[in-house]
């Protein structure tokens, strides 16, 4: 292995100034070579690898001025990186974004702790972009803090699509705003003269204005029915526009539970009368009253049972039950479960995730055998939500399905129900 020396000397005179001979000393300074061959390799390398990163990096001190900087940050600012050592943000930017800059690095060096911050800079050219930045303090020999490193990744391109996105969700919020509030007041003025055509059936229907023949009465049947089909579906997208536009307020009131699942089967006992379905409740007698809007939750439980009743053949079950859920791992409280099942024709997988979509009825692939809007399930959907609940579903298709409505149940907010003879335990 070849030494490296290093020599030091000088020539001995005599008084004469005869040349006599010559001193020094000779180094061996092999290792020291090595070591600074080792360091300039290893800052060839730190160079190479942070010159070919896409993301700026850079260095600062304590003082916030630039140590070191790669070429990406130097080709932002349309500079050489050793046009930037030495400088300060307030070199490249406006005051107060070079503030913000210092700020964030004084902040990262009293902590000691990485920060990320978003950020805007100004470019070489003049135009404005963003930055997200990593910044991280750094150590000194002594383990001193000494200043930050960076990395800034621009994400100009993304601010621009969340600004856009932004932009479209608000316009998208507007145009649906606009059309509920349109629906709103169609629905208004269809129902005003719709309700006058029911009246005046009913009225012929009773012979107020002179006696009907049968042809006669078929033909307001008709019209009676289809009437009444069309108000419910012109109540329903009045209802549903006015939760949409945010424009319902819920008028709550302590209820009892076993009054609230008795009247609401009462609703659908003569429709389950005539199918020959039969009905079904399971309630705990000692549970407390629950704080809800009375006239909104029966709404929903009329038209899951309504529902149940519609997708079962004769001969079948329809059973309410509720159940008071103790808190668990999802939520931190009690919940009131209130679970409507049926033994009807079931939902396929496919039609489950299309149950809650306006204007789709779960019947679809079946050529429309049953009645309906299709707006029943998304209000309850709606109505469930504003109570603050949800609600899941599980189907198998030729056994049965079962809506489950989920409702968070504060106690220290009810009064301590009790049985009431004209509320017996069944429906």
């Known amino acids: 292995m070849n ?4 020599e030091k000397g000088k020539g001995i005179f005599d008084q004469d100034n005869q040349f006599q001979h010559f001193e020094g000393v000779i180094f061996d300074i092999s290792d020291r070579k090595a070591a600074e061959q080792e360091l300039l390799l290893k800052q060839n390398h730190l160079e190479a690898l ?3 990163i896409p993301h700026m990096a850079w260095l600062k001190n304590s003082e916030s001025r630039f140590i070191a900087v790669n070429e990406p940050l130097a080709k932002i600012l349309k500079t050489s990186p050793d046009a930037i050592v030495g400088k300060t943000d307030f070199d490249f930017s406006p005051d107060d974004t070079a503030q913000g800059f210092q700020e964030d690095d004084l902040q990262v ?11 805007r800079y100004r470019r070489g050219d003049g135009s404005w972009g963003w930055l997200e930045t990593t910044k991280t303090p750094f150590k000194n020999t002594e383990g001193d803090l000494a200043g930050t490193v960076g990395i800034s990744m621009d994400i100009s391109d993304r601010k621009q699509a969340e600004a ?3 932009r479209t969700n608000a316009e998208l919020i507007r145009a649906t705003r606009m059309k509920d509030e349109f629906l709103a007041n169609m629905s208004h003025e269809l129902r005003t003269p719709l309700n006058a055509i029911l009246g005046m059936t009913e009225g012929l229907q009773d012979e107020v204005f002179g006696e009907v023949n049968e042809q006669q009465v078929k033909a307001l049947t008709t019209i009676e029915q289809s009437g009444s089909h069309l108000l419910e579906l012109i109540n329903e997208i009045l209802d549903l526009a006015k939760i949409e536009a945010g424009n319902i307020e819920l008028e709550y009131s302590l209820v009892s539970i076993t009054h609230l699942c008795q009247s609401s089967l009462t609703f659908i006992r003569q429709q389950s009368l005539d199918k020959g379905v039969q009905l079904h409740m399971n309630i705990p007698w000692n549970l407390p009253d629950i704080q809800v809007d009375e006239r909104r939750f029966r709404q929903v439980l009329i038209n899951l049972l309504n529902n149940a009743v519609k997708f079962t053949p004769a001969g079948g079950d329809v059973t309410l039950k509720v159940a008071l859920l103790p808190p668990n791992e999802t939520h931190d409280q009690q919940y009131l479960s209130f679970a409507i099942s049926d033994t009807g024709i079931g939902i396929s997988p496919e039609q489950l995730n299309r149950l809650f979509r306006p204007f789709v009825q779960i019947d679809s692939t079946l050529n429309r055998q049953y009645e309906g809007t299709g707006l029943g399930l998304v209000l309850v959907k709606r109505i469930v939500e504003l109570h603050g609940g949800y609600v899941t579903v599980t189907s198998t298709v030729e056994v049965g399905s079962c809506f489950t409505i989920e409702l968070p149940y504060d106690t ?3 009064q301590k129900g009790t049985p009431s003879p ?3 335990p069944g429906p």
Not at 109 to 119: C, P
């Open 3 to 6: 030494k490296k020396v290093y």
């Open 50 to 52: 942070l010159n070919n």
């Open 109 to 119: 060096l009293a902590s000691g702790q990485r920060k990320i911050v978003e950020e």
């Open 164 to 166: 856009e996105l932004k």
């Open 412 to 414: 220290a907010a009810t």
């Open 422 to 424: 004209q509320d017996p």
